[in-house]
């Protein structure tokens, strides 16, 4: 039995072997936060390892770690996902407390072997999908209501009355002739504001 520690990082992350006496096997792996680089991962775990039993550990940080959580679920890996703090009271035994993703990643490994940890409670994968849609279309709906605020400030200023002429303002009428009309007399449309969701 071995157990790989995954030090996450934003655009890539750092792998490091270990078997259950604490042994460093091989060098650490630094790998893409891709598909290719999840290969890379399975390449360096066959040639240091082979087909042997395996378990993995990472931090939740931030949302970087769910891609190759994923993947290593797909592929019905054990799977480990705990919290920064655990390996942080780890790194501070040691009497060199450096950081580096190399040393981060043996750590986490270490933290597994010994046992002494809780797993972050995760949610079904489509209901994490479900979650990240919801909050997908929050930001859109919320842009959406910016923008429509946008626009009644300037009608506002431009067309004063023009609200009271049609019982919405969004219909398609209404959206006709603001589409053709900007302005009183007829004028090139002017660009569209635009929000970030």
Known sequence: MYII?????????????????????????????????????????????????????????????????SFLKSKSYTVYVINPIQSDSLRSMYIRQTKNDSKDSFLIAEVIRFGQFTTTSLADENLLAMRQLCRYRDSVVDCRTEIKLRISTILELIFPEYEIQFSTLWGNTSMGILETYITLTKSPTLPLMSCSP
């Open 5 to 69: 520690g995954i030090d996450i990082g934003k655009n890539y992350h750092e792998a490091s072997i270990i078997d259950y006496s604490g042994k460093l096997i091989g060098r650490s792996c630094r790998f893409s936060n891709t598909h290719r680089g999840a290969d890379k991962l399975m390449e360096h775990i066959n040639k240091n390892i082979g087909n042997s039993e395996v378990i993995f550990g990472m931090e939740a940080t931030g949302h970087y770690w769910y891609s190759i959580y």
